[in-house]
């Protein structure tokens, strides 16, 4: 569910019409939905009521403050993995009591940083992140909350690229060596051993693996107990697919929380979960405009002024984005490949896409670009980073203006000798 939608043939985010925002700031442009953002944020939470779950936002999927801000007020936490992503988080309002830092290459730098910053919890993702981690508390007379991020040995995910779960994934330690970290943060004074994390995968379209990643935390929750110790957390981790064309729905969020209450029945324990693409995806658009059709024998080729470098999820996952046309067309579709204008084979959008007949100077919209957008964009071919836009019922702000070359080339310099 989303608030895009054509409202007498004109394509609008909640009620603004988004061929007014490309006339405003210029194409390509990201355009996110608060309506959306907050509702996905809801459901997701309620799903799991009257269970109170840490819905700890993935800044990956959408590192913009203002839409970390919207999630914020909501009541969100926020799953980051650098410390850029703690500062965005706390710029936004996002308390550090809801903020959980994750990812296998913490540096010193930023184990402090989030020692000091008092976060939710450090998932440690190795023996030898506990250790640099059990010193920087030390040396800061701190006491860390830790979860230790358990490999279950279970993938899954759209592709491989995003699958973190199995056993030769970089993620995690096996179930055993968890145990045996759990117990020597325990041992340590400046460890507080919290839970287990767990994250196998994104765009998850099937509960199977998640459930059977979830029973694993179960027993390792079972044997530390049993073992005297106390295990007070358990995150999750996010993955939850959501729908990018005409496929089967993904589970939705009440069915998955379902599974979650079957597999922790009984067992008495706070849940956080990190999802990032199920909050974000359907909540942005990029805007892009047809800079013009290129003909060719086997079909004809749509040149948009949005490439690769602003979009790259099909260039390097193969991932399918919907393009609608900013004003409807009814009709017979025509067979297009859609190109970006980067010079790489790579930059191809879609190819044999059926798409209402367009022409040079046309926008369009690519659907689900809300996750893992404007976020993994670059500056490749010396463009622009293309400005953000948040709407909000008739109101539409930019939120992230366009960085311009002027600015990339502000941080350049030549070296004497070539002066
Ligand atoms: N938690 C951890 C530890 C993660 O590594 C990730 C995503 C998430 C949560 C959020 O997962 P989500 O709910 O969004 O599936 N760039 C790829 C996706 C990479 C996901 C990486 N980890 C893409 O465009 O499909």
Redesign the pocket.
Known sequence: MNHFEYRGGAFCCEDVKLADIADAVGTPAYVYSTATLERHYKVFKEAFAPRDVLVAF?V??NANVAVLATLARQGAGA?T?SQGEIERALRAGVPAERIIF??VGKTEAELAFAVRTGVHQI?VESTAELDMLADVAKQLGATANVAI?VNPDVGA???D??S?GKSDAK?GVSPDMAIQLYKRAAADAHLAPRGL?V?I????KDLAPLEAAFRVLRGLVERLRRDGLTVERLDL?????VPYFNEPDPPAPAEYAAMVNRVLEGLDISIAC??????A?NAGVLLSRVIRIQERAARPIIVLDAGMNDL??PA??D?YHGIKPLVERKGPGVDYDVVGPICETGDTFARKRSLPPLEAGDLVAFMTAG??GAV?ASTYNARDLVPEVLVAGDKFQIVRRRWTLEEQLALESLPDWLR
């Open positions: 993935a990956k999927a799953d993995v994750s990812g998932n991020r995910g759209g592709h690229k995003i973190t993620f994390a994250h995968g994104s765009q998850i981790g996010g993955g939850l697919g990190e999802p990032g693409r199920m909050i995806g790259i999820r390097i996952y991932a996750a893992y993994m």
